[in-house]
Structures are given as structure tokens and as C-alpha cells.
């Protein structure tokens, strides 16, 4: 056993049996041994994944467009404050910044006054992660802040940004059998293994009903019951603006499928995935698909109403990707190999089918967003 290993076992030695969201906690976020807080590279080519992001620099192009956009609906404040959490490398900062300071330096493009009015704040608390970061950044220093918690942000107007951090939320894993029951871990002396007993939370049951879904014997999927958590810490901090979410995922009427009945859960280790949480443990990643029904209903139940929700390929298209690339090809003398790597950000085979864009808004207003106006799948979550 590694370090880790024999972290979790005591822990279940003392407490008995543990939730799996309390293993995959321990897994990616323990202080000392998590997957996220230990120093090798995760993420990229040499690491165990990649995300949009790193894809592309378009990626981070259409996202200040779209923030752009929300400057100009909220009446081009003097002050606009983008809260992005989960930054990861930094690359989506780095590449909204270098567009929006750009179209700032020209003046030709709609975007041209934001960039004098924003600033930038980071939700990190990992200080390896955070030096990545400012060693990046640093050109935008006096933009950026850190902070380690988003209720240290203050009163927020403006928009607060994810790329692929829901999907890394712990979560609870059940499976229907006689009655709906979770799935707990224990160790059986040699490894790791499942082992059912009753809810750990009432709110797992009120998951289920109160999104009208029933589940066959069976059945095993996973609960993320700390999206809810995240959204109430939004709510507590955002005066007026954006909730803007990119990831992977579904709404309850296909995540709770029949042919999803094995969950969603995968683990992710030198860019090859598997269903087994139990080997690699703390080095390898662990995601589920977002549930993006729950999030609406979440936000709604707070004030925070949907205004769009379609593909990452529908969205960048609405938001004038052809037209970037068309840029492109006139600057660029490696565009066709650049074309490749941003097809894989819009096409359906790709990231444009399986990432997700929902965006929602505090405030009286209800504003059209540019991203949603090929294809508003509102209807469907």
C-alpha cells in the first residue's frame, strides 16, 4: 500500500465503513497524498488528461466573448469581476485575457472598452497549483488576484466561470436493490472493496424524488450532492450576474438512462481510463458526469434562472467560431494542424457533443445571450 492507501485504511479501521464520496475525497483532495495536491504533472499531454483548454487558445477566445457580451447586457459597468474557479494551469485566463486586452488595444471590435473594467480573480487553494498559475500569468499580474475560497471574493457583479470542476466533485455512489441503498468502502485486508448499507443522507432520497426518477434493481449511478453546496456558495457572494458552467454531462433524463445503469463514474491515469477507483489511488483521476437538470433546479431554488443550455460544439458555434477561424487562416502558417485541434472543441464526435454549456443569471432582468441563439435547449433539463 502507499501513503494514501494506508491513510484510508486507518480511517476505516476507526470509523468503520466510509461513504464513497469520503474515499474519492480522500483520493483527489487529501492534503498530504491527494491526486490534486501531489506535485506530478496531471494535466496536458504529459499528464493523465486534457480539457478543453488545452486544446486550442479559441477556447478561451469564446469564452471572453460571451463575458463580453454579458459586460455590455448588465449596462458596461465600471467594475466587472470574473470569478473563474477550478483555473487549472491557467490557460483559459491567459487566453480570454490576451483576446480581450487585444480587442482593447484595437478598439474595433465590441469587446474593445471591457478589458479596462475587469478584473480577475482565481479560486485556488492548492499553493502548487497557484504557483503554476502566477508564473503564467504574470503578465497580467495586476488583473489577477487569488483568493482560497470564493466568500472571500466579496460582493460580486459579474460573471463567475467553470471549465470541467463539477465532473471533479466527490460524490455518492447507490444502487437500487431491495430499496435504494448506498454504496459504502471497506477493506478486506488485502484491498479495497464495496459494500451496500443505508443512505449516509436523507438528501440522497430527496435527489431522487424530487426529480421524479425511479431506478431498476440494479441500477448503480452516482449522486453529486456537492454541486448544491457550490451553487449556495455562489449565491452568497453574487449581487448580480453570471453563472457560467462548461463540462461534461447530461440531464436526468439521459444520465439516469437505461443504458447508463453502471454510472458514470471513470478514472483517468497516463491519458487511459478505467471503472476502477480502487487501483492507482491517488494517482489517477476520478469524474462523473454532471447532472445538469440538478443544477437548474438548484439555481432556481436560489434565485439563479437558466438562461441557455446546449453543447459546447451548438454554443461556440452561435458564438461565431467560423469566423475565428477564418482569422485564423489568414495569420496563421500552421492552420491546418491548428484547424485539427480546434474541429475537436465544436464537432459532435468530440468535446463540441460531449461538454455541455449552461449559463444562469441573478437579477430582474432575463438576458439573451449570443451563445444560445443557433439552439436554446432550456426545454430539455
Same mark, same amino acid.
Given at each position: 500500500?502507499?501513503?494514501?492507501?494506508?491513510?484510508?485504511?486507518?480511517?476505516?479501521?476507526?470509523?468503520?465503513?466510509?461513504?464513497?464520496?469520503?474515499?474519492?475525497?480522500?483520493?483527489?483532495?487529501? *492534503?498530504?497524498?491527494?491526486?490534486?495536491?501531489?506535485?506530478?504533472?496531471?494535466?496536458?499531454?504529459?499528464?493523465?488528461?486534457?480539457?478543453?483548454?488545452?486544446?486550442?487558445?479559441?477556447?478561451?477566445?469564446?469564452?471572453?466573448?460571451?463575458?463580453?457580451?454579458?459586460?455590455?447586457?448588465?449596462?458596461?459597468?465600471?467594475?466587472?469581476?470574473?470569478?473563474?474557479?477550478? $483555473?487549472?494551469?491557467?490557460?483559459?485566463?491567459?487566453?480570454?485575457?490576451?483576446?480581450?486586452?487585444?480587442?482593447?488595444?484595437?478598439?474595433?471590435? &465590441?469587446?474593445?472598452?471591457?478589458?479596462?473594467?475587469?478584473?480577475?480573480?482565481?479560486?485556488?487553494?492548492?499553493?502548487?497549483?497557484?504557483?503554476?498559475?502566477?508564473?503564467?500569468?504574470?503578465?497580467?499580474?495586476?488583473?489577477?488576484? %487569488?483568493? *482560497?475560497?470564493?466568500?472571500? $471574493?466579496?460582493?460580486?457583479?459579474?460573471?463567475?466561470?467553470?471549465?470541467?470542476?463539477?465532473?471533479?466533485?466527490?460524490?455518492?455512489?447507490?444502487?437500487?436493490?431491495?430499496?435504494?441503498?448506498?454504496?459504502?468502502?471497506?477493506?478486506?485486508?488485502?484491498?479495497?472493496?464495496?459494500?451496500?448499507?443505508?443512505?449516509?443522507?436523507?438528501?440522497?432520497?430527496?435527489?431522487?424524488?424530487?426529480?421524479?426518477?425511479?431506478? $431498476?434493481?440494479?441500477?448503480?449511478?452516482?449522486?453529486?450532492?456537492?454541486?448544491?453546496? %457550490?451553487?449556495?456558495?455562489?449565491?452568497?457572494?453574487?449581487?448580480?450576474?453570471?453563472?457560467?458552467?462548461?463540462?461534461?454531462?447530461?440531464?436526468?433524463?439521459?444520465?439516469?438512462?437505461?443504458?447508463?445503469?453502471?454510472?458514470?463514474?471513470?478514472?483517468?491515469?497516463?491519458?487511459?481510463?478505467?471503472?476502477? &477507483?480502487?487501483?492507482?489511488?491517488?494517482?489517477?483521476?476520478?469524474?462523473?458526469?454532471?447532472?445538469?437538470?440538478?443544477?437548474?433546479? %438548484?439555481?432556481?431554488?436560489?434565485?439563479?434562472?437558466?438562461?441557455?443550455?446546449?453543447?459546447?460544439? *451548438?454554443?461556440?458555434?452561435?458564438?461565431?467560431?467560423?469566423?475565428?477561424?477564418?482569422?485564423? $487562416?489568414?495569420?496563421?502558417?500552421?492552420?491546418?494542424?491548428?484547424?485539427?485541434?480546434?474541429?475537436?472543441?465544436?464537432? &459532435?464526435?468530440?468535446?463540441?457533443?460531449?461538454?455541455?454549456?449552461?449559463?444562469?443569471?441573478?437579477? *430582474?432582468?432575463?438576458?439573451?445571450?449570443?451563445?444560445?441563439?443557433?439552439?436554446?435547449?432550456?426545454?430539455?433539463?
Amino acid at each position: 500500500m502507499n501513503s494514501l492507501e494506508r491513510k484510508i485504511v486507518e480511517r476505516i479501521r476507526r470509523e468503520g465503513t466510509i461513504s464513497f464520496e469520503s474515499f474519492m475525497d480522500m483520493a483527489l483532495y487529501d *492534503s498530504e497524498f491527494g491526486y490534486y495536491v501531489s506535485q506530478g504533472q496531471r494535466i496536458g499531454r504529459e499528464g493523465d488528461f486534457y480539457t478543453s483548454s488545452h486544446l486550442h487558445p479559441i477556447f478561451g477566445v469564446m469564452v471572453g466573448k460571451q463575458i463580453a457580451e454579458m459586460w455590455d447586457l448588465m449596462g458596461c459597468p465600471e467594475r466587472f469581476t470574473i470569478v473563474e474557479m477550478g $483555473a487549472g494551469e491557467g490557460y483559459v485566463c491567459k487566453d480570454m485575457l490576451d483576446y480581450l486586452n487585444q480587442a482593447g488595444s484595437g478598439g474595433q471590435r &465590441p469587446e474593445s472598452s471591457f478589458y479596462q473594467t475587469l478584473q480577475y480573480l482565481i479560486v485556488e487553494r492548492n499553493e502548487l497549483q497557484r504557483r503554476r498559475q502566477q508564473e503564467r500569468l504574470n503578465v497580467y499580474k495586476e488583473k489577477i488576484r %487569488w483568493i *482560497s475560497d470564493i466568500r472571500e $471574493a466579496g460582493a460580486i457583479r459579474g460573471c463567475i466561470f467553470s471549465n470541467e470542476l463539477l465532473d471533479a466533485f466527490p460524490v455518492h455512489l447507490v444502487r437500487m436493490e431491495d430499496k435504494l441503498r448506498e454504496i459504502f468502502v471497506n477493506h478486506n485486508g488485502i484491498t479495497f472493496i464495496d459494500q451496500t448499507g443505508d443512505l449516509s443522507s436523507d438528501a440522497i432520497a430527496e435527489y431522487f424524488r424530487n426529480a421524479g426518477i425511479e431506478l $431498476a434493481v440494479g441500477y448503480t449511478t452516482e449522486v453529486n450532492l456537492r454541486i448544491r453546496d %457550490w451553487l449556495l456558495d455562489i449565491n452568497a457572494v453574487l449581487e448580480k450576474g453570471f453563472v457560467f458552467t462548461i463540462d461534461y454531462g447530461h440531464p436526468a433524463e439521459e444520465y439516469y438512462s437505461e443504458d447508463r445503469n453502471r454510472g458514470t463514474l471513470l478514472c483517468y491515469h497516463n491519458h487511459e481510463f478505467s471503472e476502477d &477507483p480502487y487501483q492507482n489511488i491517488g494517482d489517477q483521476d476520478m469524474t462523473s458526469h454532471v447532472n445538469f437538470s440538478a443544477v437548474k433546479r %438548484w439555481g432556481e431554488e436560489m434565485g439563479l434562472r437558466a438562461l441557455g443550455y446546449c453543447s459546447q460544439g *451548438s454554443f461556440f458555434l452561435s458564438m461565431g467560431i467560423d469566423q475565428e477561424i477564418a482569422r485564423l $487562416a489568414e495569420s496563421s502558417a500552421d492552420y491546418l494542424f491548428e484547424l485539427g485541434r480546434i474541429k475537436k472543441l465544436f464537432l &459532435p464526435q468530440g468535446m463540441g457533443d460531449s461538454h455541455k454549456v449552461l449559463i444562469q443569471y441573478k437579477g *430582474s432582468e432575463l438576458p439573451q445571450l449570443q451563445g444560445f441563439s443557433m439552439r436554446n435547449q432550456l426545454r430539455f433539463l
